[in-house]
């Protein structure tokens, strides 16, 4: 089973800052199969990224993702008041699908 | 467009059963895989399986094959999350989600989850 491991568990940032969120693979995983999820409280996670850096309908063009092989990122480019929650990477390899642990974005 | 709407929060004791529900509404539920994910403070969000609704086939994570049973009723546009015996430790919000298309590798569309709290 792939692991995901996301870095920083916690990013501290103001508004208007750039946000980079690290998701690493234990193995090799196809840019097509690595998503991004943001997940508000009391929420069910919604996805913002697919295939590594497509955005999903109705994202704005301030998240952005990129990466290969086992490293890959979400950029936040200006955050805004509501994107301070929590984000998941999420892969599938293997007939099976397993999520990173999650970064939470904070007001500094 | 399609919507995912999960049946309300369960307290159950352990040791019971409990078979918890996701309906989908608009077109095409019988078309997409329905996926069910656990979400709990220390594991965080796990994949538990998937089943398609048009065959009725279904795939489990090895880590919850024998402990859940994942099912479908195609002409009520429902998805099922079963257990025959409860255990503390099945205490979690559980969230149905639709992959994407067939073969996608992501979910596009959840439901609003439903509380399970296990609990003498």
């Known amino acids: 089973e792939i692991v995901l491991t996301q870095s920083p568990g916690t990013l501290s940032l103001s508004p208007g800052e750039r946000a980079t969120l690290s998701c690493r693979a234990s193995?090799?995983?196809?840019?097509?199969?690595l998503a991004w999820y943001q997940q508000k409280p009391g929420q069910a996670p919604s996805l913002l990224i697919y295939?590594?850096?497509s955005r999903a309908t109705g994202i704005p063009d301030r998240f952005s993702g990129s990466g290969s092989g086992t490293d890959f990122t979400l950029t936040i480019s200006r955050l805004e008041a509501e994107d301070f929650v929590v984000y998941y990477c999420?892969?599938?390899?293997?007939?099976?699908?397993?999520f990173g642990p999650g970064t939470k974005v904070e007001v500094k | 467009e399609m919507q995912l709407v999960q049946s309300g929060a369960e307290v159950k004791k352990p040791g019971e059963s409990l078979k918890i529900s996701c309906k989908g509404s608009?077109?095409?539920?019988?078309?997409?895989?329905i996926a069910w994910v656990r979400q709990t403070p220390g594991k965080g969000l796990e994949w538990m399986g998937l089943?398609?609704?048009?065959?009725?086939?279904?795939r489990y994570s090895p880590s919850f094959q024998g402990q859940v049973t994942i099912s479908a009723d195609k002409t009520i546009s429902t998805a099922y999350l079963q257990w025959s015996s409860l255990r503390a430790s099945d205490t979690a919000m559980y969230y149905c989600?639709?992959?994407?298309?067939?073969?996608?590798?992501?979910?596009?569309?959840w439901g609003q989850g439903i509380l399970v709290t296990v609990s003498s």
């Open positions: 989600a639709r992959r994407a298309t067939y073969s996608a590798s992501y979910f596009d569309l």
């Open positions: 608009g077109h095409g539920f019988s078309s997409y895989w």
């Open positions: 089943i398609y609704p048009g065959d009725f086939e279904t």
């Open positions: 193995q090799s995983v196809s840019s097509n199969s």
């Open positions: 295939g590594a850096s």
């Open positions: 999420q892969q599938y390899g293997g007939s099976s699908f397993t």
